[in-house]
């Protein structure tokens, strides 16, 4: 496609609320994932060693 200004290439021709915003939520969901799965490693990590405290 060719888009004859910058305000036309993010509008995309009408359907830039949807493809700017599919690909803010993918960003946003590759960054929290590693986090999240960080925790929760953390967490598995705290329960082992206390299971095997006992």
């Known amino acids: 496609m060719n888009w004859g200004s910058t ?15 599919s690909y803010i939520a993918c960003a946003l969901l ?3 994932e590693p986090l999240l799965a960080r925790h ?4 598995a990590r705290r329960a082992a060693a206390h299971l095997n405290e006992e």
């Open 7 to 21: 305000g036309e290439f993010f509008a995309m021709g009408g359907y830039g609320l949807y493809v700017w915003g």
């Open 30 to 32: 590759m960054v929290i």
């Open 40 to 43: 929760r490693h953390a967490q």
